[in-house]
């Protein structure tokens, strides 16, 4: 392989999560599309599923225009539904959405030909796996149909990176039909290494003595870590987003990854200057302490300490149950220098705004005391199912007026139209003095990043590639003071996690102002070194990797 290194002229990425924003994998992208679109202009192309169809996406800006005539060889040659146009972030690359829908009538066959081809057994497949292949396999047309039509060959470094197992499938249907370009496939969470940590099973203790294969078998998801391990093994470059994520790899899927591609991140939607972010910190605060207010009938004031957690609603792998603990232990602790308010901050099963919380919260309302259930702001569908709620009836939580600490459940998607808020959750990161994302299971971590961003500093964990990378900045155990606490974690220290969360919650009300100041410039400064000016360069060593074992690939096969 040559030693100079190999840049892509053209990127074609796939991913559910394309103009379609659900976890941390559209952040990913849709963050470090500016970058990419700086450098290849309109040489960047994101495909995702079309779920909208006639419906408008806010997400996504339709052009009939572009590229008009490759939209049309595409529906006559190939039976691709196109809609093409911008995806409405920041850089604006070309957004490919395909209506995958027509395929499903060839899914059979689609089955066959990855099991003959590359070994993926559908068979025992089950959920959204059907949905996801054939997704897949449209995607992987979508690449073909566009190097035929513009007559892309080997020169043109064309590289295809897919997302998760969801688009596995299409980096083989291009490794198969269009092996001219150089296929990436990149894992953001194993699926059995999710599924063990999701089944309360040890997954750290016990990661040597895994089968991949066989725990695929016993949790029911033998398709998608079938197809996962067979694009980890057939691409030309395999990566993950972490340390501890390529330790999963290595034993679950059989194969280390090639490059690791840690998750960067743009400041674009931090306020800025400083007297507009303070403004946002400001209004945040207020509105957060007002809805409390209402909720429980109390007054907490700007002196008040604001404490959340949020992201997606994994119990235990995100450690919302720790979290939910080590609040309860501080409620215990007799000398608090100030009001603590905490907010837990994940989508559930919501049904709708709680009504007397609308009501109570508009100006021309007088209320007296706390509204029922002073927990939460809004409605769940089943609410006696819901764990955040359990385990705050287990500990006897219920906010109570001599509580000093106080959680507050906000169980819905933070989009600005809420009902309760109407603030999106950047809108209210602002306000909040200290975050806790203690997670169990977490290839990443985009939500301590992102609190960062905003000046607010967070405690995290070792389980967590963030946290790792945070201690790699400190050559140690990071803590409080470098902006990020990151607190060893294991399969079976729950007790000291939750203990340590609630001291360091104590320590940062014991800061005076000036320490205060300090803590969140030292969390900013470690957000800056996490820009994807800082990271793409990751990007480039896997584009390199792929494209070099393109040529190896070739040259063997001419």
Not at 376 to 396: A, F, R
Request: aromatic share 12%; net charge negative; hydrophobic share 40%.
């Amino acid at each position: 392989m040559s030693n100079r290194a190999l840049t892509p002229s053209y990127i074609f990425e796939s991913s559910w999560e394309v103009c379609n924003k659900v976890g941390g994998i559209y952040t990913v992208l849709s963050t470090r599309a500016k970058t990419l679109q700086d450098i290849l202009t309109d040489r960047v192309f994101f495909i995702g599923p079309d779920f909208w169809l006639d419906k408008k996406n806010p997400l996504f800006k339709e052009s009939k225009s572009l590229l008009k005539p490759w939209r049309k060889y595409a529906k006559e040659v190939s039976g691709l539904d196109l809609r093409i146009g911008r995806w409405n972030i920041p850089g604006e690359p070309i957004a490919i959405l395909v209506d995958f829908k027509p395929f499903f009538e060839e899914k059979n066959r689609i089955f066959g030909w990855a099991w003959e081809s590359f070994g993926v057994d559908s068979l025992h497949a089950c959920g959204d796996y059907d949905e996801s292949i054939v997704f897949s396999w449209a995607a992987g047309k979508v690449v073909e149909s566009y190097c035929r039509y513009f007559g892309l060959s080997a020169q043109d470094n064309v590289v295809f990176q897919a997302h998760e197992w969801q688009t596995c499938l299409a980096a083989l249907y291009v490794n198969k039909f269009v092996p001219e370009v150089a296929t990436i496939f990149t894992t953001h969470a194993t699926t059995v290494g999710r599924s063990i940590a999701g089944n309360n099973k040890p997954l750290y203790d016990y990661l040597f003595a895994y089968n991949g294969d066989q725990m695929a078998a016993e949790l029911g998801v033998e398709s998608k870590h079938s197809v996962e391990k067979s694009a980890a093994h057939a691409v030309d470059c395999f990566t993950t987003v972490s340390e501890i994520t390529d330790r999963e790899c290595r034993q679950l899927l059989a194969k280390p990854a090639d490059v690791i591609l840690m998750n960067g991140f743009e400041n674009g939607f931090v306020p800025s200057p400083t007297k507009a972010f303070n403004e946002a910190r400001r209004e945040a605060r207020a509105i957060m302490l007002k809805v409390a207010n209402t909720l429980m009938g109390t007054t907490l004031d700007d002196s008040t300490l604001i404490v959340a957690t949020g992201g997606r609603y994994e119990y235990k792998n995100k450690g919302i149950d720790v979290f939910v603990d080590a609040l309860n232990r501080l409620r215990f602790e007799e000398q608090l220098q100030r009001p603590v308010l905490a907010f837990v901050m994940v989508p559930a099963w919501m049904k709708e705004a709680r009504q007397d919380l609308k009501q109570a919260l508009k100006p021309t309302t007088k209320t007296l005391g706390a509204l029922s259930n002073p927990r939460i702001t809004h409605e769940l569908h089943e609410p006696w199912n819901d764990k955040v709620l359990s385990q705050m009836d287990w500990l006897n939580i219920h906010n109570m007026e001599h509580d000093k600490v106080k959680i507050i459940f906000v169980p819905c998607y933070l989009d600005g139209s809420d009902g309760i808020f109407n603030k999106h959750y950047y809108d209210l990161l602002a306000g909040v003095d200290l975050t806790v994302f203690p997670s169990y299971y977490e290839p990443w971590g985009y939500t301590p990043l992102e609190s960062v961003a905003f000046h607010v500093p967070c405690i995290t964990t070792d389980l967590a590639g963030f946290g790792l990378w945070a201690n790699s900045l400190k050559g140690g155990e990071s803590q409080l003071e470098d902006g990020v606490h990151t607190i060893h974690r294991s399969d079976y220290n729950f007790e000291d996690v939750s203990e340590e969360i609630k001291e360091t919650i104590k320590l940062y009300l014991q800061q005076d102002k000036s320490q205060v100041t300090t803590i969140r410039r030292a969390a900013k400064k470690v957000a800056e070194q996490a820009l994807w000016k800082h990271f793409i360069r990751y990007y480039y060593e896997a584009y390199d990797c792929a494209l070099q074992k393109r040529n190896k690939r070739m040259s063997l096969n001419p």
